[in-house]
T-cell receptor, first 114, second 113 residues
Framework: EAQVTQNPRYLITVTGKKLTVTCSQN?????MSWYRQDPGLGLRQIYY???????DKGDVPEGYKVSRKEKRNFPLILESPSPNQTSLYFC?????????????FGQGTRLTVV | AQSVTQLDSQVPVFEEAPVELRCNYS??????LFWYVQYPNQGLQLLLK??????LVESINGFEAEFNKSQTSFHLRKPSVHISDTAEYFC???????????FGTGTRLKVLA
């Protein structure tokens, strides 16, 4: 089954404790991205990657890092989480060259930073 | 730069009544248009997409959206809603060159019995 898998689904952590949210897709998609969803703001892009070892900032990259060492994985790293990063996070992937480029989303990770 | 506006944050409607969820966009470049649906505690699922051609796009579950280039709108409609349509609906545009999605703020559709 084609899917994007995020882990964990729920996470409560304390300010400053480094954490990683994993994202993996099994569709051989080149394009992957991370979004955060906040009430009244919709989804905003954090980082994206066009292919292995190619990453770039989205609209709200501050406080986040990503890496793309393998095509299927695109982890989101919070080196020193703060309460304003409490949010619902989604990973998505798309096939480059497809018209239009349908995005497949993971189930989401609800992060609470206290 | 692109932007997407969904003016209605919440839309309550009775079962079997028609509904329209409004979406307006602005873009200086060519974009693709989408509607995604998010059911409670789930990720986003593609509802329908507009590429080109006919301005009316239909989904498999009775929703349709009409692309209006002059009004830069992509409103979502359904002639008769069901309780199971209760969800949050997001309008989005995707830049044809960068593949980046820009989402609206979402519209919560609440179908009442």
């Amino acid at each position: 089954e084609a899917q994007v898998t995020q882990n964990p689904r729920y996470l409560i952590t304390v300010t400053g404790k480094k954490l990683t949210v994993t994202c993996s897709q099994n569709m051989n998609h080149e394009y992957m991205s991370w979004y955060r969803q906040d009430p009244g703001l919709g989804l905003r892009q954090i980082y994206y990657s066009m292919n292995v070892e190619v990453t770039d900032k989205g609209d709200v990259p501050e406080g986040y890092k990503v890496s793309r060492k393998e095509k299927r994985n695109f982890p989101l790293i919070l080196e020193s989480p703060s309460p304003n990063q409490t949010s619902l996070y989604f990973c998505a992937s798309s096939l480059l060259g497809q018209e239009p480029p349908e995005a497949f989303f993971g189930q989401g990770t609800r992060l609470t930073v206290v | 730069a692109q932007s997407v506006t969904q003016l209605d944050s919440q839309v309550p409607v009775f079962e079997e009544a028609p509904v329209e969820l409004r979406c307006n966009y602005s873009s200086s470049v060519s974009v693709y248009l989408f509607w995604y649906v998010q059911y409670p505690n789930q990720g986003l699922q593609l509802l329908l997409k507009y590429l080109s051609g006919s301005t009316l796009v239909e989904s498999i579950n009775g929703f349709e959206a009409e692309f209006n280039k002059s009004q830069t709108s992509f409103h979502l409609r359904k002639p008769s809603v069901h309780i199971s349509d209760t969800a949050e609906y997001f309008c989005a545009v995707s830049d044809k060159r960068t593949y980046k999605y820009i989402f609206g703020t979402g519209t919560r559709l609440k179908v009442l019995a």
